[in-house]
Structures are given as C-alpha cells and as structure tokens.
C-alpha cells in the first residue's frame, strides 16, 4: 500500500492560512487522497479528499500536485480549534482499508 | 454525530485476562472498523467488518478477535491481555453518502484500555 510522508509538527499563528504539506511519491492512478484531523481526546474527523482536481468545502481546500506525488491541505484562517493532528491518507479506489500513518501536530499560537 | 457508542469508556485489566471492548451504532452502516492508536504510531487498523458475520484482518490483527452477529454490533475481544495492547482503542463506521465517494469514516469517542 502506498505510504505517505508529513512533517511532524507545525505552527502557525492564529488568522493565518496554514499549508500542510503532505507527500505521496508511490501514489497510484486510482489511489484517492483524503485528509483526517483528530482533536485532543477525540476521534479523528473527515476533513477533506480529492483525486486529481483541487477541492474545497467549509472547512479547507487540498491542492493536488499535477503529478499527484504530493498534496498541500490549505487552512484560510487558522483559529486555535484547528490545532489539531492531521493526517494525510491514500485510500485504493478498491479499497476498505485507510492507513492513518502518524500525521502532522499543529499548534496554532494566538 | 453519526451514532457511535463504545464500551465501556475506560478499563483497568490484568495481563491474562478476556476483555471485549463494544462498538453500536445507530444508523445501520455496513463498515465498521476497529483501530488502536498508540504514541509514535497514530492509528492501526485492528480488523473491520462489511456486514453480518463478514470481517477481515487489518495491519495489527494478532491477538485481537471480533464478532459481527448484528449489523449494530461489532465487538473487539482480546482472548488473553497483554501489557502490549495497553492503547486507546477507536470504532468507526464508514459513511460516505454525504460527499460522494469520500468514504468517510465516522469515529467513536474511544476506549481508554490499560493492562497491568
């Protein structure tokens, strides 16, 4: 199964956009690239997922590379609810199984 | 909040012991999973389910066993307990029909499971 690579940790100072990086250099044709985040004593929670094409929803936008090797989870305006362990995920179009990996720590600082 | 219940919310247990740890859900999702989440290592999928009866192992299924006799129901059960699989532990059901083709998973609230 193809891994993904994130730096461990992150700040960013609060109403400032935040760019997660996240590389996925072993990436298939049909691999699906989600992103997670999981708040302190929580669950983790769907934040966003593409394929080829950049999206947008409510909470972020997620920037795929042309060649898809990476991915970039983009935050407008941190706010101290964001901080947060992110976890950037590929999941097989055939696939049940998502493969959390250890995520990046953002601290956002007021 | 997609219906996700788990129990019990802590336990304390000894090395050699039978723990079940359960997971409900209200919404009559077909996936259901099992992960654990330990510092270092994020979350490992443990086993899941895709129906009544049908499970299959995940990437940390040795020492682990579950059981999907309701479609509500799945329960993780650790047959002899080792200080090892002291971790916090997450269900989860996969969604998905609000953004198509996300297959989102929605997550319990966590079983905090310590053996001594």
Known sequence: DAKTTQPNSMESNEEEPVHLPCNHSTISGTDYIHWYRQLPSQGPEYVIHGLTSNVNNRMASLAIAEDRKSSTLILHRATLRDAAVYYCILRPNTGNQFYFGTGTSLTVIP | ?116
Not at chain 2, 14 to 32: D, I, K
Not at chain 2, 49 to 60: A, L, R
Not at chain 2, 85 to 108: D, K, M, N
């Open chain 2, 1 to 116: 909040d997609a219906g996700i219940t788990q129990s019990p919310r802590h336990k304390v247990t000894e090395t050699g012991t039978p723990v079940t740890l359960r997971c409900h859900q209200t919404e009559n999702h077909r996936y259901m999973y099992w992960y654990r989440q330990d510092p270092g290592h994020g979350l490992r999928l443990i086993h899941y389910s895709y129906g009544v009866k049908d499970t299959d192992k995940g990437e940390v299924s040795d020492g682990y066993s579950v059981s999907r006799s309701k479609t509500e129901d799945f329960l993780l059960t650790l047959e002899s307990a080792t200080s090892s699989q002291t971790s916090v532990y997450f269900c989860a059901i996969r969604g998905g029909l609000a953004v198509p083709g996300s297959y989102e998973q929605y997550f319990g609230p966590g079983t905090r499971l310590t053996v001594t």
